[in-house]
């Protein structure tokens, strides 16, 4: 019984441990979605304050068209220009998305270890269920015609801890 103890007890930390893992890990990734999503929203306030000169300027090109045909060629030099600056950074958003891809994709892969570790960690349980059905069987009568689980153990001489397994199963 000492040792059924003892493997509980590890079993329980190793639990905590894992759980402590996830959560500073999460945190961490919390903490660079965050400073790309601040980049992102700076590169959106950038070009809707890009989107608003571009009106000015349009404004401006059908108050001044009339003027001269100089002026014409100013606008259209500077609406390339601003273009251009539109044009670079949607670049950028496009990498600050293939960023957050790419994290989105080490999370899943870390979740898919995280999985399979847990499944590994649940191994010793699923040993210390009896393999043949009859002896289920046994343990779902007995405990249906009212034995204790003590009783149901010395019976079949299995651990209750066993016993106890076995019924949260079921």
Known sequence: MGIDLIIYIVFIIFIILMFLYVRLTSRDL??????????????YKSIHR?????EKMKIAEINHSKQNEFNDNIMQNCEFLIHSIIDERI??????LGIIQESIQEVTKSQDSRIANLELATEPISRLKPDDDSTRMQILKLYGDGKSVDEIASLLNKSPQVINIILKSL
């Open 50 to 54: 890009l989107e608003q000169v571009i």
């Open 30 to 43: 919390n903490d660079k979605l965050d400073g790309v999503l601040k980049a992102i929203d700076e590169n």
């Open 91 to 96: 670049n950028e958003l496009n990498s600050d």
